[in-house]
């Protein structure tokens, strides 16, 4: 597949969101195409787009539940546990994590424990642990975590759950486990209480269309669907999701190219004397100190965007750079080596 043909996009180089620089697979906009009245018109199945996910995740259709993007899945697990006005609902999260962890806890008015992060933002599970009380009824463990890319070990989630009060879920975020070296779905048959959420977002490009799902034992994954609607998904998304997963090529190197990417960013790292994060995920986290705010604005002029991390626990100074197409990489770490050199 060759990605240097992909079109950058007409608003600049987004390299802020995590999302597929180089779009989604041809097949997606083909099966797009293929659909009819009818099927617009008609409440639709997802049956067979539950079937495929499950194939592909390697584990029985009644082990998933198909969610509007993984943020609802994210909402439907504190919607499940958490009860407005319950002293006894809490949601354990580790900084810095993704927002809409916090989001939604406090929009079903659950109570929420935030346990701080480490200096060098590697997993605190004795802090988690620390944390974890009878009124504890979920933890969000992200993995590879947003926004340092740093993975969490099997081990060390198979600890919180044994750590959890009866009736509470460990939510295992997945949300970029096509870039990482492994992944929980392995050691979701012995472990009743975790569930992983994964997104088609990110690696097939379906940002757009709101594809994600929930993973675990009936029993377990049962507790989120109970507050995920029955027609959640759109037809457009069933079809798109069916067609991004057949194609393996494009998926496949979209995952090398984003590989590729992430060497390029430490090495340009290492030239301008910047610290970074060694990432399993489709981003890398830089820190780059009192420079980083006017990195970020620089960049912005240029029409190329990062995220400014700087506001987050640990990660004082510290940008998030995408890595994605090589192309917008190099692109990307040629305006920064301007900024930051023109600076000095």
Known sequence: MDYQKVPEPGDGLRLHLNENTGGCSPRVLDALKQITASQVAFYPDHGSATEACAALLGVDPSWIVLTNGLDEGIWASASSLLRAGDSAGEAIIS???????????????????????????SFPLDRILAAISPRT???FLCSPNNPSGLAISDADIRAVARALPAGALVFVDEAYADFARGSFL???????????????????????????????????????????PPYSLNVCAL??????????????????????????????????GLEWWPSEANFVLVRVGERAKA????????????RDRTGEPGCAGCVRITAGIVEHTRACLGAMEEILCDAR
């Open 95 to 121: 900084e810095p994590a993704f927002d809409m962890y916090a989001a939604c806890v406090n929009a079903v008015g659950g109570r929420l424990v935030a346990v701080p992060p480490r200096p060098d933002l």
């Open 137 to 139: 009824r979920l933890v």
């Open 295 to 306: 990195l970020v604005r620089g960049l912005a002029a240029r029409g190329v965007f990062i």
């Open 239 to 272: 079809h798109a999701v069916r067609a991004a997963i057949d194609d393996r090529e494009y998926h496949d190197g979209y995952c090398a190219q984003v590989a590729e990417s992430r060497e390029l960013i430490y090495a340009a790292c290492g030239r301008l």
């Open 186 to 228: 392995p050691r979701l048959a012995e472990s009743h209480n975790v569930v992983v959420g994964r997104t088609f977002a990110k690696a097939y490009g379906l940002a757009a269309l709101r594809v994600g799902c929930v993973v675990g034992r009936p029993e377990a994954v049962s507790l989120v669907q109970r507050a995920v």
